[in-house]
């Protein structure tokens, strides 16, 4: 197992396969101040079926169909937003990608807010892909000027250098200690071994093998030491990943059988660096726009956009297809979110004190529209948001639908950046009315 560390004994502790739930090692010296609100976006590809993904039902006693039947185990922190167009700027998934966080202006969002907000941060904003730019990518969802975009980061080791290999501290050894991590690894197989005999064992067997246990534990635990520490201690489990010299197309990070790992990792590096103040702004893109990706392991056999031209069909094969990658975008998602409310900041979670947008380049995939998109908020912006709620601002705006460039304006707010518009304005300035109510 890898293990990023900066220094040499908390990589014994990852070495040793002490983590988190999130596989990371954590401290609370942040960067940012704990309670700040932070800000991540996630962008998945192509669309959904619109039957298939809006929640049905009321505003807080709604039903979630297939497509998105997965964030029901995450649903007290999120709000489904339906009603919202993309208005101006360019049709169809390259021109959706391009406004959906720009809102047809020439800034996007996340880098914006990255420098109203990162002033006391080492990265005003982080970017971070999955296969985003296999295949030249189709558009990335982040700009920093007009036509100017951002290729996000899709190789997660660099990713991990970049952002927390500046905090390397030059007094530390070079090298893991592997004495220590030998030591380690032989009280772990002893631990487990020993376990694995007590529950073949009587009553009798277990209460005297309970005292030799307790013992391996007493002295692991001195072997180990303890977990806690400051953000500038971190450990980061890359899994086994490793990049080949020889892969050069595609990259090891853009082979279709690491995409599920690598952007655990990645989610795993936008939490932490969340956490420890390295930024207050992260944006995960999975693929790209038209996108080519087959994920191994979850029944389909189209590619992610040839599935997204699904017909009249529901039950046909690519609808299938189409709704097992979304319910797959949907189960990571799941994860994300668990790991930000399992993670201590200021009086609440990182959820509790983080807004998410997950959001798509167009609405239908047999369309190729830009109505009633498919938007999704998570977690709390620091008590400002009420969530478990699912919202409808369909003809709300004069009889159409409201501009999405609303719900970015809400974003930003809820960040704590005062701003009234935000590109487009078209349909009215200002941020998304009840969204807060």
């Known amino acids: 197992m890898l293990i990023k560390t900066r220094r040499s004994f908390l990589q014994m502790l990852g070495a040793a396969g002490v983590a988190s739930p999130l596989a ?3 401290g609370r010296n942040a960067l940012a101040a704990p309670g700040d609100v932070k800000v991540m976006f996630v962008y998945v590809p192509d669309g959904v079926i619109p039957s298939q993904w809006h929640p049905t039902g009321g505003t807080t006693d709604f ?3 297939s497509m998105s039947a997965p964030l029901e185990a995450v649903r007290e922190h999120l709000v489904f ?4 167009k993309m208005y101006a700027g360019g049709a169809t998934h390259e021109g959706g990608v391009a406004k959906l966080l720009t809102g047809a202006g020439d800034v996007s969002l996340d880098v914006f807010l990255g420098d109203q907000l990162g002033g006391t941060t080492p990265h005003k904003s982080v970017q971070l892909g999955v296969a985003a730019n296999f295949q030249n990518g189709s558009g990335s ?8 975009p951002v290729a996000p980061d899709d190789n997660p080791l660099s990713a ?3 952002l927390f290999g500046d905090l390397e501290s030059p007094t530390e050894p070079a090298g893991p200690d592997w004495e220590r991590i030998r030591s380690t690894r032989v009280i772990d197989r002893a631990i487990d071994d020993v376990s694995r005999l007590r529950s073949r064992l009587g009553s009798t067997e277990r209460d005297k093998l309970d005292i030799h246990l307790d013992a391996l534990h007493e002295v692991e635990a001195q072997i180990k030491g303890t977990l806690t520490g400051s953000c500038d201690q971190v450990v980061w489990n890359s899994e086994g990943f490793a990049v080949s010299e020889t892969d050069y197309y595609p990259k090891t990070w853009e082979k279709e059988e690491h995409f599920a790992l690598v952007g655990k990792l990645q989610m795993d590096l936008a939490v932490l660096a969340l956490s420890c103040g390295v930024t207050r702004v992260s944006t995960l893109m999975w693929s790209h726009p038209v996108s080519p ?4 392991g979850i029944g389909t056999t189209a590619a992610n956009h040839d599935a997204s031209h699904y017909g009249a069909d529901l039950g046909g094969p690519l609808a299938q297809d189409y709704i097992a990658y979304k319910r797959f975008f949907c189960e990571q998602l799941v994860y994300l979110l668990q790991q930000m409310a399992a993670i201590p900041d200021g009086d609440g ?4 004190n983080t807004i998410l947008f997950m959001g798509t380049d167009i ?3 047999n369309l190729h529209d830009h109505d009633d998109m498919p938007f999704l908020l998570a977690g709390g912006a620091g008590g400002q948001l009420a969530t478990a709620r699912s919202l409808d601002y369909r003809g709300t705006a004069g009889g159409e639908d409201e501009a999405h460039s609303k719900l970015l304006v809400s974003i930003a707010n809820l960040a704590g950046v005062p701003i009234d518009e935000f590109g487009y304005t078209g349909h009215g300035a200002g941020p998304l009315p009840g969204l807060l109510g």
Do not use: A, K
């Open 24 to 26: 990371l090692t954590l």
């Open 63 to 65: 039903t979630l169909p």
């Open 81 to 84: 937003v339906r009603g919202l």
């Open 141 to 148: 969802v982040s700009y920093i000027g007009p036509g100017q």
């Open 160 to 162: 991990f250098d970049r």
């Open 293 to 296: 990706t087959r994920i191994p």
């Open 349 to 352: 979670s990182l959820l509790d």
């Open 363 to 365: 609405n239908d995939g």
